[in-house]
T-cell receptor, first 115, second 110 residues
């Protein structure tokens, strides 16, 4: 079956612009996660959805970052007034349920570059 | 959440067995140990998970001593394609998110 997909694969934007990153999880997975990875670092947690609701958004760095999952499947990560420090690879993952025991399946990521 | 410590990098040659050890001195009773692998320009991929003693799958083995304060990921007969970053993570069912460190960069040479 299809894995987790993310679009676009690359996004270049200018400082101050608004961007949206999309994640299509594996069908039937109720849990969806967003992570951010900078060069040479491990992925850093941003937000976790269980179904349609954000169960844990403690990793969002500030109020410029927002994510939605309106129908419990596709999710969109939205970044307002982008800054150069937002440049990173944004990873999405999904799992059958939201438990550490369950394997998380990661997408290939979206590489965001803010000029 | 138990802190994990693992080597920054390791080098090996094709055909050798590679063992990557992770320290997690503050592991809790209900914590499991999970390893992920990440290739360049890809998202992490689950390798193996265990609670105690030994777990083996088609990719790797995971050795966990009785005190569970460390664990060792064993990759038999590595190939060039095993060059990747390997992450050790610890958590229990109450944790939904994964907390990654910097991982271990394994470089396999011909």
């Amino acid at each position: 079956g299809a894995g987790v997909s993310q679009t676009p694969s690359n996004k270049v934007t200018e400082k101050g612009k608004y961007v949206e990153l999309r994640c299509d999880p594996i069908s039937g997975h109720t849990a969806l996660y967003w992570y951010r990875q900078s060069l040479g670092q491990g992925p850093e947690f941003l937000i976790y959805f269980q179904g349609t609701g954000a169960a844990d958004d403690s990793g969002l760095p500030n109020d410029r970052f927002f994510a939605v999952r309106p129908e419990g499947s596709v999710s969109t990560l939205k970044i307002q007034r982008t800054e150069r420090g937002d440049s990173a690879v944004y990873l999405c993952a999904s799992s059958l349920t939201g438990s550490f025991y369950n394997e998380q399946f990661f997408g290939p990521g979206t590489r965001l570059t803010v000029l | 959440l138990a802190k994990t410590t693992q080597p920054i990098s390791m080098d090996s040659y094709e055909g050798q067995e590679v063992n990557i050890t992770c320290s997690h001195n503050n592991i809790a009773t209900n914590d499991y140990i999970t390893w992920y692998q990440q290739f360049p320009s890809q998202g992490p991929r689950f390798i193996i998970q265990g609670y105690k003693t030994k777990v083996t799958n088609e990719v790797a083995s995971l050795f966990i001593p009785a005190d569970r304060k460390s664990s060792t990921l064993s990759l038999p007969r590595v190939s060039l394609s095993d060059t990747a970053v390997y992450y050790c993570l610890v958590g229990d069912a109450g944790y939904s998110t994964l907390t990654f460190g910097k991982g271990t960069m394994l470089l396999v040479s011909p």
